[in-house]
């Protein structure tokens, strides 16, 4: 029997992986048929393929999975779970992966976390995207000088009707906000 590589609570990176997703265990019966990494839009852009990733975490490669960029190239397009013959959660393993990454402060050379956390703050403020709050806010604590270069840009999708210059709130915001709040207890979070 191969021995996995554990983590300080003496538990490998695998299991850890399958204890946060709901059906996790089909991480398990991964063939490394390719499928995901086949379907993948984005793949090209990932530092490794859902595949490589899914042989990286059973390998106990847990430095190398979060912080690597794949988890955050991801878009959730379903297309890898719809097609992998042994039905796993590829989509909520990317989830997780984004999860464990954050919490572990592995999530370097990436932008993606400020900018969820951008987006998801103006989710809760108006039931909806902004753009223009999303980007003003994202590039202004974030990366400050360039939003000069976003300018022109801003500026071609305004006069274009693509952007709006104030928020719209969606109606009954309070039930939104009771979601959220009901998925913060069930999830643990704050």
């Known amino acids: ?9 003496g538990m490998a990176f695998l299991d850890e992986v399958i204890e946060e997703v709901p059906g996790g265990e089909r991480l398990l019966h991964c063939l490394q048929c390719g ?5 993948c839009p984005n793949g090209p852009d990932m530092d490794y393929t859902p595949r490589s990733i899914f042989a990286l975490i059973a390998a106990g490669q847990r430095e190398k999975v979060l ?4 988890m955050w190239c991801c878009v959730s397009c379903y297309a890898c779970t719809t097609r992998c013959p042994q039905n796993i959660p590829i989509t909520d ?4 992966l984004k999860r464990i990454s ?23 403020r108006y039931g909806r995207s902004f753009e223009l709050g999303l980007a003003s806010r994202y590039y202004l604590f974030n990366k400050p000088l360039s939003m000069l270069k976003m300018g022109p840009l801003g500026f071609s999708m305004f006069t274009r009707g693509r952007m709006s210059l104030t928020p719209t709130r969606i109606r009954q915001l309070d039930q ?15």
Do not use: W
């Open 1 to 9: 029997m191969i021995a996995m590589p554990t983590d300080q609570r």
């Open 176 to 190: 939104l906000h009771a979601i959220i709040e009901k998925a913060r207890q069930l999830g643990g979070a704050t």
């Open 35 to 39: 499928s995901c990494s086949g379907s």
């Open 67 to 70: 912080s690597s960029n794949t």
């Open 102 to 124: 954050l919490r572990e402060g592995m999530a370097t050379g990436t932008d993606a976390p400020a900018l969820a956390k951008t987006f998801t703050g103006l989710l809760e």
């Open 93 to 96: 393993v990317m989830y997780a």
